[in-house]
């Protein structure tokens, strides 16, 4: 494990959670059966059209400013903005290109619980080729952005030189740079609502076999799934009203990229339970 500032290295967790949070500060690799923080790092900044631009201000001097952005990303995963000339952000990177873009995880319940991601370097304006390729991903993301064509408005990427990757409460690491630009993002992140949803409304016994028998858990009465990715699934679940929740991760014998490998996985699974 690679020695990170004590700064990061003393954060307070809640009890209990410090031997999760020394197994993933350089968690760029992974834990087996589940994604790198990498590929989480990647798969939150492809899944989100939004973030929050930090510059070094102008005036007031040397103070952080903070911007809501739209943004796509590039198969490197450097985030790609199309800014006005006249907005206070492109004031800021004109005289100090060093910026950080932030994104978040969507979801409900405790946002400090919720993933997050920022990359930190220095902006460039992207012109010729670099620039239309650019601006073809823009649209892509961003259909209704009109302002693309406005002559006051460039095209701006972020040349990432670290990514610092949080994943709720005691997950925490700094990412490589070049683990950052050759990860890939999840295939499944799309599909992802879906499959769950599908699960729990249509496989409820299923799940509850795989914590009674795969997870060594035989008293459990109840369980749903809460998360599904490429290498594993997520489940919560509860031998009664008292006990609480117990998060399961279950994986798959080898990586599933769509719905169908997924399908194919869990048939497997069902199998293993009923042998």
Known sequence: MSEQPSRFRDHAVPQGARAATERTLDATIGLVGEPSDAE?????????????????????????????????????????LCLSDLAEHTRNLAA????????????????????????????????????AAALQRYRAAHPG????????????????????????FGRMSWVDATRYAHAEPD?????????????????????????????????TVAARMVDVDRYGFSVLASDGPESGEKALRFVFDEPADTPLAVRTAMVELVRRTRS
């Open 40 to 80: 989480r790092s990647r798969t939150l900044f492809t899944e989100a059209r939004t973030a929050t631009l930090s510059t070094i201000g102008v005036d007031p001097a040397g103070v952080p400013f903070g911007s809501l952005v739209a943004h796509a990303v590039d198969d490197a995963g450097r985030p790609i």
């Open 187 to 219: 295939p499944l992140r799309p599909h992802r609502a879906g499959i769950v949803d599908h699960m729990n409304d249509d496989h409820a016994d299923s799940l509850l076999a795989f914590c009674r028998v795969l997870g060594d858990r035989p008293d």
């Open 96 to 131: 100090d290109r060093r910026a950080s873009v932030l994104v978040v995880e969507t979801g409900e319940g405790d946002p400090l619980a919720l993933g997050r991601a920022t990359v930190m370097g220095g902006m460039v304006v992207l012109e010729g080729e670099e620039r």
């Open 145 to 168: 952005a009109f302002y693309a064509d406005f002559a006051d408005f460039r095209i701006h990427r972020l040349e990432v030189a670290a990514v610092r990757y949080v994943g709720g």
